[in-house]
């Protein structure tokens, strides 16, 4: 069955640096690619997702490129706000009933 | 874009009793919709899927008979965990999904916490 490999945490980092948080799976036949961020107390979010190889996903500065070659989608952020601590799921969908399978998710904290 | 609620956002409740949790897509028909359970501090679980008008199907290790799943409307979906338990304490999310018109993109309600004494 599928599977997500995701990048433990917790991480911290500080305001404006650098993040990268690594995403491998496992599927068969081509699946589509999410990250998700999770607010204390709250469900889930879709930050981002890619359909396709090669397709880069992006929102609010938050970047994550779907590499079949490497079967990888980093999420990455070039410069993090305190505002970005949260926990980040990496997901995969594929087959007919398009179920999501997620990582174990990386909590994020962003020091001011 | 596509809303999805759930209700109610918390509850806590006696051992032995059952706890109803709706799940509603506000703007849009689900023709599927998910049932996860969340430990702290870890992943989401899948639990069931459910289809408007048949029976939900469950996923490994989960008792059918201890969490009902109700699709009735293509916009509401309920989960009743019966003759609850302290171990049936967790954040229940659920999902909706409105089929190749959105393609099949997962919507996911806010969650609801359950705590069993």
């Known amino acids: 069955g599928d599977s997500v490999t995701q990048m433990e945490g917790p991480v911290t980092l500080s305001e404006e640096a650098f993040l990268t948080i690594n995403c491998t799976y496992t599927?068969?036949?081509?699946?589509?690619l999410f990250w998700y961020v999770q607010y204390p107390g709250e469900g889930l979010q879709l930050l981002l997702k890619?359909?396709?190889?090669?397709d880069k996903g992006s929102n609010k500065g938050f970047e994550a490129t779907y590499r079949k070659e490497t079967t990888s989608f980093h999420l990455e952020k070039g410069s993090v706000q305190v505002s970005d601590s949260a926990v980040y799921f990496c997901g995969i969908s594929s087959g007919s009933a398009r179920q999501l399978t997620f990582g174990s998710g990386t909590q994020l904290t962003v020091l001011p | 874009g596509a809303v999805v609620s759930q209700h109610p956002s918390w509850v806590i409740c006696k051992s032995g009793t059952s706890v109803k949790i709706e799940c509603r897509s506000l703007d849009f028909q689900a023709t599927t919709m998910f049932w996860y359970r969340q430990f702290p501090k870890q992943s989401l679980m899948l639990m069931a899927t459910?289809?408007?008008?048949?029976?939900?199907?469950?996923e490994q290790g989960v008792e059918k008979d201890k969490f009902l799943i109700n699709h009735a409307s293509l916009t509401l979906s309920t989960l009743t965990v019966t003759s609850a338990h302290p171990e049936d304490s967790s954040f229940y999310i659920c999902?909706?999904?409105?089929?190749?018109?959105?393609?099949?993109?997962?919507?996911f309600g806010p969650g609801t916490r359950l705590t069993v004494l």
């Open positions: 890619a359909t396709k190889a090669d």
């Open positions: 459910s289809n408007e008008g048949s029976k939900a199907t469950y």
């Open positions: 999902s909706a999904q409105g089929g190749l018109a959105s393609n099949n993109e997962q919507f």
């Open positions: 599927a068969t036949g081509y699946p589509s």
